[in-house]
């Protein structure tokens, strides 16, 4: 089992992309394997023949460096590993378990009964020597909740996920059970029925299996809500000659591309962070040092069937419009599909989280991507009615506005910083020619 990501250390096998006796080419997909932060596809490096499965599609929580598969360098060598098993290999270990929570350093007293009081250490409460209650068994193995979570392949997760299927409810047809498109657009809800007389109702809600890339975002979103002092700074932009430049250059384009706001918006971000570079800056408690980073590597929240997922435009000054927009088009369809490699969603500079699509959402405020120092949320476009500047005239005009809202790391930027920011990300929207110097 590969380690696909720095904080990996177990994953779970999907679906085998190889059968055995197979000729493998560098570059090639092997398998797909789900880690903590996304599923992806496992690229073999090396020249040779798969010999044998050793882990079939399905297999959770495998840990990083057990055997999951023989690999040989002739065709003429596989048959000597037909019956070759997990065992012949060395067995597997277990994952390692996570590490326990520090508590952070207190003043006060455990014992005190305040509520600002740590909670007390081991020392301090006798441990119970009760012992542990059996609970009625059927005698078979307990199963963790990643081997109670359905095996699917993204595709379906994503195809279920916008017509509303529930995935627990849907029998699986592919290898081990996996559960594919075909099974998604198959399923047919179960007709409800009346219920007898006297008979108890069932539970009024649906568990989901929490998986490793939900635990990592809750952990992620924890640690940054925790440890970085976040302070918000909204402004409203005029986007009426923004929209009106996106309208003529789209209208030029000839059908090779389409720009989109989000476009402009991601090069404007990058415009004031040259302008500001502090807020393109990342707080490093290791080396003791905020690090100024001096190229914009924007990421780019996108929604996806298994969790929010920031693939990363990097380079952003050095861009065009043109180029900006096929990069987002390309990650944002990986990102949903399961298939961005590491270095295309850890790192970045600077993150932007447009909920501009949704007419209903007028301002936000967004969490930020540690290390990073700041992220700018973007609401709808609204049109607002801005009245004459003569007195003479009553009439008003109407101007299509947007509210951002950017969260910046006090650690790092200070407050008339992240304020000058601001101002020259509203400087440049407001003058997107600008944008094509």
Same mark, same amino acid.
Not at 148 to 176: D, F, M, N, T, Y
């Given at each position: 089992m590969?380690a696909?990501?720095?904080?990996?250390?177990?994953?779970?096998?999907?679906?085998?992309?190889k059968?055995a006796?197979?000729?493998?080419?560098?570059?090639?997909?092997?398998?797909?394997?789900?880690?903590?932060?996304?599923?992806?596809?496992?690229?073999?490096?090396?020249?040779?023949?798969?010999?044998?499965?050793?882990?079939?599609?399905?297999?959770?929580?495998?840990?990083?460096?057990?055997?999951?598969?023989?690999?040989?360098?002739?065709?003429s060598d596989?048959?000597a590993?037909?019956?070759?098993?997990?065992?012949? %290999?060395?067995?597997? &270990?277990?994952? /390692? @378990?996570? =590490?326990?929570?520090e508590? #952070?350093?207190s003043s006060?007293p455990?014992?005190?009964?305040?509520?600002?009081a740590?909670?007390?250490?081991?020392?301090?409460v006798?441990?119970?020597?009760?012992?542990?209650?059996?609970?009625?068994?059927?005698?078979?193995?307990l199963?963790?909740?990643?081997e109670?979570?359905?095996?699917?392949?993204?595709r379906?997760?994503?195809?279920?996920?916008?017509?509303?299927v529930?995935?627990?409810?849907?029998?699986?047809?592919?290898?081990?059970g996996?559960?594919?498109? %075909?099974?998604?657009e &198959?399923?047919? /809800? @179960?007709? =409800?029925?009346a219920?007898? #007389?006297?008979?108890?109702?069932?539970?009024?809600?649906?568990?989901?299996?929490?998986?490793?890339?939900?635990?990592?975002i809750?952990?992620?979103l924890?640690?940054?809500v925790?440890?970085?002092?976040?302070?918000?700074?909204?402004?409203?932009?005029?986007?009426?000659?923004?929209?009106?430049?996106?309208?003529?250059?789209?209208?030029?384009?000839?059908?090779?591309?389409?720009?989109?706001?989000?476009?402009?918006?991601?090069?404007?971000?990058?415009?004031?962070?040259l302008?500001?570079p502090?807020a393109?800056?990342?707080?490093?408690?290791?080396e003791?040092?905020?690090?100024?980073?001096?190229?914009?590597d924007v990421?780019?929240?996108v929604?996806?069937?298994?969790?929010l997922m920031?693939?990363?435009?990097?380079?952003?000054?050095?861009?065009g419009l043109?180029?900006?927009?096929?990069?987002?088009?390309?990650?944002g369809?990986?990102?949903?599909?399961?298939k961005?490699?590491?270095?295309?969603?850890?790192?970045?500079?600077?993150t932007?989280s447009n909920?501009?699509?949704?007419?209903?959402?007028?301002r936000?405020?967004?969490v930020?991507?540690?290390?990073q120092?700041?992220?700018?949320?973007?609401?709808?476009?609204?049109?607002?009615?801005i009245?004459?500047?003569?007195?003479?005239?009553?009439n008003?005009?109407?101007?299509d506005?947007?509210?951002?809202?950017?969260?910046?790391?006090?650690?790092v930027?200070?407050?008339?910083?992240g304020?000058?920011?601001?101002r020259?990300?509203?400087?440049?929207?407001?003058?997107?020619?600008?944008l094509?110097?």
């Amino acid at each position: 089992m590969p380690a696909l990501s720095p904080t990996m250390t177990a994953g779970n096998i999907g679906t085998w992309q190889k059968k055995a006796g197979d000729v493998i080419a560098p570059g090639d997909v092997l398998v797909e394997i789900e880690t903590d932060k996304a599923q992806m596809d496992f690229e073999f490096q090396e020249e040779g023949v798969l010999a044998k499965i050793l882990k079939d599609s399905g297999e959770k929580d495998v840990a990083v460096g057990n055997p999951i598969a023989v690999m040989v360098e002739e065709e003429s060598d596989v048959a000597a590993f037909e019956s070759f098993t997990l065992d012949d %290999a060395g067995g597997e &270990k277990a994952p /390692p @378990a996570p =590490p326990k929570e520090e508590a #952070s350093e207190s003043s006060e007293p455990a014992q005190t009964g305040s509520e600002t009081a740590p909670p007390a250490s081991k020392d301090d409460v006798k441990e119970s020597t009760s012992t542990p209650q059996e609970s009625e068994s059927t005698g078979a193995r307990l199963q963790t909740s990643l081997e109670r979570q359905p095996a699917i392949s993204p595709r379906a997760r994503a195809l279920a996920l916008e017509k509303g299927v529930p995935i627990q409810k849907v029998k699986g047809s592919g290898p081990q059970g996996r559960i594919t498109e %075909a099974d998604i657009e &198959k399923y047919q /809800p @179960a007709a =409800p029925t009346a219920p007898s #007389s006297g008979a108890t109702a069932g539970p009024a809600y649906e568990d989901t299996p929490i998986s490793s890339m939900r635990k990592t975002i809750a952990n992620r979103l924890t640690e940054s809500v925790n440890q970085n002092p976040h302070y918000f700074v909204s402004s409203s932009v005029s986007v009426s000659k923004l929209l009106k430049l996106r309208q003529a250059l789209n209208a030029s384009a000839d059908g090779k591309y389409r720009l989109s706001v989000n476009d402009f918006l991601i090069k404007a971000c990058a415009a004031a962070c040259l302008k500001v570079p502090a807020a393109n800056s990342s707080w490093r408690a290791k080396e003791s040092v905020i690090r100024e980073h001096k190229s914009v590597d924007v990421s780019v929240a996108v929604a996806t069937p298994v969790g929010l997922m920031t693939p990363i435009v990097k380079g952003v000054e050095g861009l065009g419009l043109e180029r900006i927009s096929a990069q987002v088009k390309d990650l944002g369809k990986r990102a949903r599909d399961g298939k961005l490699k590491p270095e295309e969603y850890q790192g970045g500079t600077f993150t932007i989280s447009n909920m501009g699509m949704n007419a209903a959402v007028e301002r936000f405020t967004a969490v930020i991507n540690p290390p990073q120092a700041a992220i700018l949320a973007v609401g709808t476009t609204k049109k607002v009615a801005i009245p004459s500047e003569s007195d003479e005239d009553s009439n008003v005009q109407w101007d299509d506005q947007i509210v951002v809202t950017a969260s910046f790391d006090h650690k790092v930027v200070d407050g008339a910083v992240g304020g000058e920011w601001i101002r020259e990300f509203k400087k440049v929207v407001e003058n997107p020619l600008e944008l094509l110097l």
